[in-house]
């Protein structure tokens, strides 16, 4: 029997997807770091659809499409992504029934990729010199040759992007901590997580202190994060809610890998290791705080990372 | 010489160039070469010691130079080295 979709059912299917997405635990950092009055928590944003923390963006972009009428059957959600992101599509798009294409860089690991295409993902290749600003361009080029064809969901340039984390990561995270947050700290990649997370976090009280963290150049090892001096900087990057911006090294993250495997029990992503680099380099400044951080993925997708570490 | 093709976020430091013509018989005095003649490169492609970084992928033709001579691969007056990121870069 062919399927047809329509609208009000699509609708239904993406509301019903909701309990899925967030609500994720918030791990204490015990073992690997110690300090009486300082206490580092991390949200273990793997435990949700897909596996990453790119659930709950991907979530709220195809639940805003659909709401808005921009994305309806027939039509398929079109973006740029190396990684989390084009997983969370593939992965939502097939329960709801949207195709799902993806521009992405050819030097993409072979992981991701099998991944992706297990999943119904149409993959599109762009050159492996230019990252995901080439691959954004080929979205681009592609959404403005047919754009009845695709909705392009534009994850950099999106704002159901950041609000996804301003209406449900920012408030888990208060609740979750019992109102006692002092610092939030995490990477800049569309910039999502930290713009929307800081913002709410903000209002809900002035005095946390936000803390946003890039790699120490262009070419790095801490998948999903962007130099942004380097970088096409997303248009939804609110840099005026970071109170300071560090930059991580990559053998740092990569050495934090290994610790937390054997202190933590937990096999963490080199982008979740480099938000603890970042965690724990506030930690040691302040005599007393609670230190807020994400965990946007676990290692299951870093293979080729791992084999160099253990 | 060989020429070295600039991967995206690193043409910033090239004027914008996508392709520099290099000086040197080796993958190294290659990237040596480039590096003397945009420094701001430097940094970000090798260590303190002069190595390549442990996060940049060098390729000569289409060939990794780790399966190679690594840094000491020999090149050629027609040949292409390409700069390339290690991962491919993306989004949180």
């Excluded at chain 1, 609708?11 to 580092?40: A, W």
């Excluded at chain 1, 754009?147 to 449900?168: G, T, V």
Aim: hydrophobic share 40%.
């Amino acid at each position: 029997m062919i399927e047809t979709l329509i609208e009000s059912k699509l609708q239904e299917r993406v509301n019903k997807l909701r309990p899925f997405v967030g609500n994720t635990p918030l791990f204490p950092i015990q073992r690997v770091f110690q300090k009486k009055g300082v206490k580092i928590l991390a949200k273990l944003e793997w435990q949700q659809l897909g596996g990453s923390v790119k659930a709950r963006p991907a979530y709220e972009i195809f639940r805003a499409a659909i709401s808005s009428g921009e994305l309806y059957p027939g039509k398929k959600l079109l973006d740029a992504s190396s990684g989390n992101t084009a997983i969370a599509y593939a992965t939502i798009g097939a329960k709801l029934g949207v195709p799902v294409i993806i521009c992405l860089p050819e030097n993409a690991s072979a992981e991701r990729k099998l991944i992706l295409k297990s999943l119904g993902a149409e993959l599109i290749y762009t050159s492996k010199f230019g990252g995901t600003d080439d691959a954004q361009e080929e979205a681009l080029r592609l959404s403005e040759e047919d754009p009845l064809a695709y909705f392009y969901a534009d994850q950099y340039n999106n704002d159901a992007n950041w609000r996804a984390h301003y209406q449900f990561t920012a408030n888990e995270i208060w609740n979750g901590t019992d109102k006692s947050i002092t610092h939030f700290i995490t990477g800049l990649g569309t910039t999502g997580t930290f713009t929307g997370t800081s913002t709410r976090l903000k209002e809900l009280n002035h005095d946390i202190t936000t803390i946003s963290l890039q790699p120490d150049g262009p070419l790095h090892g801490m998948e999903g994060w962007k130099h942004l001096e380097t970088a096409k900087v997303p248009g939804i990057y609110q840099p005026d809610i970071a109170d300071d911006n560090w930059f991580i090294e990559t053998t740092d993250a990569y050495a934090l890998i290994s610790e937390v495997a054997a202190k933590e029990g937990l096999l963490i992503s080199p982008s979740a290791a480099a938000n603890l680099a970042g965690a724990i380099r506030l930690a040691k400044t302040l005599d007393e705080g609670v230190i807020v951080t994400t965990f946007p993925d676990n290692a299951e997708k870093y293979g080729e990372v791992l084999k160099t570490l253990f | 010489m060989a020429t070295i093709i600039i991967p995206t976020p690193l043409r910033k430091f090239t004027e914008n160039q996508s392709k520099v013509v290099t000086k040197g018989d080796t993958v190294q005095e290659s990237i040596h070469s480039l590096t003397n003649v945009f420094p701001e490169l430097k940094k970000h492609v090798l260590n303190d010691d002069g190595s390549i970084k442990q996060f940049v992928r060098i390729y000569l033709e289409d060939e990794d130079i780790n399966v190679l001579d690594k840094e000491e691969t020999k090149v050629e007056s027609n040949s292409t080295i390409s700069i390339i990121p290690a991962i491919a870069g993306g989004a949180i």
